[in-house]
């Protein structure tokens, strides 16, 4: 900046211009009040505070400044009066040029001073601070700009006031906000809890702390190895696609004892009870709407019945609560572990001709249960095995009569899966001296029901909440659209804790019916808005805008919280609607009651009038709790590996081909076509070793949806190794070499024995690829009581081996797509065989 700008620029800028109001309104001084620029830029008119001084030429002005354009030069000074051009006096003066963004320097000074700027004298009669002005040829504000000055001077800012960030409770912000409150009013120092201004230190003070650690909160939720709350938790895992559970409940099968006629049961209308911790002498039966009441409000675990099928009524059957298992005559009977089919008494009275006096009403898909009742060694109900009581579901009746004596029979079976797990005993002797036969030791109970726990809870009914938001007009007279938008908060349905069970599938056996998996429950509870029902999901990301869904969540106190839609993915609930909520509530291991403890029968509307003597011969199961936090933070971030979707690799293939039913085992090789890669499946079925002609489609039908592309598939059946195992046995000298030889032979059979044991080589035994070992035999026939000594002369390959070699390591390798395969057929010597020879013995 040069002098001449130096002496615009000297003086402080102020806000109040006082100074030019005393110039204005005197007469002894004289200055610059403010300078217009003529359109040309070349014409100034310079007003002044007071008159024109007389005698003013170009050598009184001086121009100063610039950066692209300097050294302006006034060529003439002219007094204008005039006033239809101006209301004071305004002194013209024309430059040279015009100039330039910059900031010039305009001074009236004695026309003896020089050209030196430091020289200027400023004209006689005038103000020293008001002889120059700053002067702009153009203004940067343009015309739609205020191009009035900024403030003059800038406070400076205050200080901060100190806080402190550690400060995140009631107390600490108490005490920061006293301590700011003695830098700020010095003067006030009241302290007592009634103060006026205490009272309002601590309501700050408390809604501080609520908003701190709703920070928190926020923060805490926004990550799953951080979250606290079962709810933040749950949304989390569903991002990575895992599903956390709530449990579910448990399942129980109930028999009804009946003695008079038939009696059809609404299962909707019935509910069986395990009466509470405190109800002493409980007795078996039937209660009415008082005592269900009264226990419902002491805590008695609620069952009610499920509906299979579409079955909605029961028949309680009176031959149905205690049926005798037909021996056919003989003694000492019993039905074996294992065991898929059973004869029943169907009446008492023999009738030859097979009409009339059939007292059993079973059908396919109902269900028995299988008890002991009576010890097995001393034929006293106090010794019979709790353990040996099991459920099935038949799969097929049939009537027949024994053509001896014409006992009316009912033939019934039940699925494979359903097998007897434990040898059932019908009839024993007792220990001498009595030797008395007894009959009846285990029977079989009709009139069974499945049931599971939970109650009915009180319906909750709510209105929706929210104000009408009008839209807007498009034209002069159309209709306005008034939309009725609800606020997005979740509803709290009272009642703890919620039913979760899983959907009941159809025609299935019991194996499949106890089979339980908490994340495909289901929660129990009814959701109706207008009569119109709503669905619950697990969530509504694939929820089209008007599907009436909701999601079910339930947080750390087990309430239960609905969520619906936002109007994108499902339909949100608008204000005023009337929405109506009916859960079940029970839950988890708490329905998971001993055996005998489901004892009571009620209805839900009334009283049932007539004699029913429930009970459950086998404990309640499948009541699962709820995944807790510390579970899913474990297994979500890596539960998607868990679950394939595509086979890449070999062993991908093999996986999936596994999982058929069926399918004991599966390898895969990939093999070059010529055109492409050709995934070589080879299978080894369960329980036999010729493959099924429907299962070799069935597993190319599975792995095609799973195939790689550009892959084709072949399913091949696995390739079995026939054996030849020669083995020499040193038998002790006080056993029968006869016995110990056809011991031997059963345990290295390929059969599966009466108690369920299996012989070494059964095809469930010999999987894919799985070498056979030498020590294996050794040990296996060693095991047979009598056996002094085993040595192994040979273990080959039947086909490609010669007698007397054995592998150098005690293994024999198989391929991964191999058996290995010893039947001891002697109509198929090329399945494989096991030889012995003995020594010793008698």
């Given at each position: ?20 109001q ?123 700009l ?14 901060a ?33 009634p ?11 408390y ?7 709703y ?26 696609d ?11 099968f ?5 003695d ?20 002493r ?81 079973l ?6 249960v ?39 029979l009912m ?10 797990a ?12 009595d030797?008395?036969l ?14 599971d ?44 804790p ?153 062993a ?14 599966a ?80 345990r ?15 095809p ?38 010669k ?40």
């Amino acid at each position: 900046m040069n002098a001449a700008l130096d002496r615009c620029m000297a003086s402080p800028a102020c806000a109040l211009p006082l100074r030019r109001q005393k110039l204005l309104g005197g007469q002894s001084l004289n200055g610059i009040d403010y300078v217009e620029v003529g359109e040309d830029g070349t014409s100034l008119c310079v007003h002044l505070f007071g008159a024109i001084p007389q005698g003013l030429g170009v050598a009184n002005v001086r121009i100063e400044g610039g950066d692209r354009i300097t050294g302006l030069k006034a060529v003439s000074v002219t007094p204008e009066t005039e006033p239809d051009l101006h209301d004071d006096p305004c002194l013209r003066i024309v430059l040279d040029r015009q100039g330039d963004h910059t900031a010039y320097c305009l001074c009236l000074v004695d026309a003896s001073s020089g050209n030196d700027p430091a020289a200027w004298q400023p004209l006689a009669g005038f103000d020293p601070r008001h002889a120059c002005t700053t002067l702009r040829f153009r203004l940067d504000c343009g015309r739609d700009l205020d191009c009035a000055a900024a403030a003059p001077c800038i406070p400076e800012p205050a200080p901060a006031p100190a806080i402190d960030y550690l400060a995140r409770d009631f107390e600490g912000f108490r005490q920061m906000f006293l301590d700011r409150l003695a830098v700020s009013m010095p003067s006030w120092r009241e302290r007592h809890i009634p103060d006026i201004g205490i009272a309002l230190v601590e309501v700050l003070a408390y809604t501080a702390d609520y908003l701190a650690y709703y920070q928190d909160a926020v923060a805490t939720e926004a990550y799953l190895d951080t979250s606290r709350r079962r709810i933040s938790v749950r949304r989390h895992a569903r991002l990575v696609d895992y599903a956390m559970h709530e449990g579910c409940n448990a399942r129980a099968f109930v028999t009804i004892a009946h003695d008079g006629d038939d009696f059809d049961l609404v299962l909707g209308d019935t509910l069986l009870l395990a009466p509470p911790a405190g109800a002493r002498d409980a007795k078996q039966g039937v209660i009415d709407a008082a005592a269900l009441t009264s226990a419902r409000t002491a805590g008695a675990t609620v069952y009610a019945p499920m509906v299979l099928d579409d079955q909605t009524t029961r028949t309680i059957v009176a031959a149905h609560s205690t049926i005798q298992i037909y021996t056919w005559g003989d003694e000492l009977c019993c039905l074996h572990e294992g065991a898929t089919g059973a004869a029943l008494v169907d009446g008492s009275a023999p009738n030859p001709d097979g009409g009339g006096g059939r007292a059993l009403k079973l059908a396919a898909g109902d269900f028995l249960v299988f008890e002991e009742v009576l010890g097995t060694v001393t034929g006293n109900p106090a010794d019979a095995n709790p353990a040996h009581r099991q459920a099935v579901r038949l799969t097929a009746v049939e009537l027949s009569q024994d053509p001896l004596d014409g006992t009316p029979l009912m033939e019934v079976t039940w699925d494979a899966c359903d097998a007897l797990a434990f040898d059932l005993c019908l009839s024993i002797r007792r220990a001498s001296p009595d030797c008395s036969l007894v009959t009846g030791v285990s029977v079989v109970r009709g009139n069974v029901v499945l049931v599971d726990h939970g109650d009915d809870g009180d319906t909750d009914t709510w209105t929706v909440p929210g104000d009408p938001t009008p839209g807007c007009c498009s034209c002069e007279g159309a209709v306005v659209d008034v939309t009725y938008t609800a606020p997005r908060d979740d509803h709290v349905v009272p009642g703890t804790p919620l039913t979760f069970a899983e959907v009941l599938p159809a025609g299935v056996p019991v194996c499949r019916l106890l089979q339980r998996d908490p994340r495909q429950a289901r929660p129990g509870i009814a959701v109706t808005s207008m009569g119109v029902p709503w669905v619950a999901q697990g969530d509504l990301l694939s929820s089209a805008p008007d599907d009436r869904r909701f999601v079910v969540e339930i947080d750390d106190e087990a309430r239960t919280h609905l969520r619906f839609g936002d109007g994108t993915n499902g339909r949100q609930p608008q204000a005023g609607d009337v929405f109506t909520a009916t859960p079940r509530l029970g839950n988890g291991p708490a329905g998971n009651v001993g055996a005998d403890s489901i004892i009571w029968i009620a209805s839900k509307t009334g009283t049932l009038g007539i004699d029913l003597r429930p009970r459950n011969p086998i404990a309640a199961t499948g009541g699962t709790a709820a995944e807790t936090l510390d579970e899913v933070k474990a297994y979500a971030p890596g539960a998607f590996r868990a679950t394939p979707l595509r086979a890449i690799v070999p062993a991908d293939y093999a996986a999936f081909a596994g999982q058929v039913a069926g399918v004991q085992g599966a390898s895969c090789a990939m093999a070059w076509t010529g055109s492409g890669y050709e995934a070589r499946v080879s299978i080894d079925p369960s329980g036999v070793e010729t493959m099924p002609k429907i299962l070799a489609p069935t597993v190319r039908a599975n792995l095609w949806s799973y195939r790689r592309i550009g892959h084709d598939i072949a399913v091949v059946p696995a390739r079995y190794v026939p054996l030849l195992v020669e083995v020499f046995v040193c038998v002790l000298p006080d056993f029968i070499v006869a016995h110990v030889k056809a011991a031997l032979a059963e345990r290295f059979d390929n059969r599966r024995h009466g108690d369920g044991t299996l012989g070494l080589f059964h095809p469930d035994l010999l999987l894919l690829g799985v070498p056979v070992l030498a020590s294996a035999i050794i040990a296996e026939a060693q095991s047979v009581t009598g056996v002094a000594h085993v040595e192994l002369r040979t273990l080959v390959r039947q086909e490609t081996g010669k007698s007397g070699d054995i592998p150098a390591d005690g293994i024999l390798h198989l391929a991964p797509d191999e058996v290995a395969q010893a039947d001891n057929d002697p109509d198929h010597p090329d399945h494989g065989r096991v030889a012995f020879t003995f020594g010793g013995g008698r």
